[in-house]
C-alpha cells in the first residue's frame, strides 16, 4: 500500500519497510487473506548497487512481515537474503539459510 520512508518515494527498495495486504494466505493461517501487515523488502528483481562496484539481483520480490517491533513474524525464511540488511534487521540475517 505505502513506503515507510517518507512522501516522496514511489519505490520500495530492500530493507525498506512497507505497509501491504495479504493477496494469498495458506488455509488454517495465523495471517488471514485482506489483512493490511508490515514486512520489509528482502529481494527484489530490481539489481542491488554495491559500493565496491558488484551489484545483486534476485529472480523474484519478496518482504518478511514483521510485528510491531519490528522483529519477524515467521521463525523460518526460505531462501537467500542480501547483507544490506544488517544494519538494521539483524534477526533476519540470522534466520536466513544464506546471506549474499
Partial sequence: ITI???TKHRYGRVGDIITGTV?????GGAIKQGTIVRGVIVRTRAP???DDGSHVRFDGNAIVLLDPEN????T???GAVPRELRPNFMKIISLAAEVV
Fill in 4 to 6: 515507510l520512508r517518507g
Fill in 71 to 74: 522483529n519477524p513474524r515467521g
Fill in 76 to 78: 523460518r525464511i526460505f
Fill in 48 to 50: 542491488i548497487h554495491r
Fill in 23 to 27: 493477496k494469498k494466505a495458506v488455509p
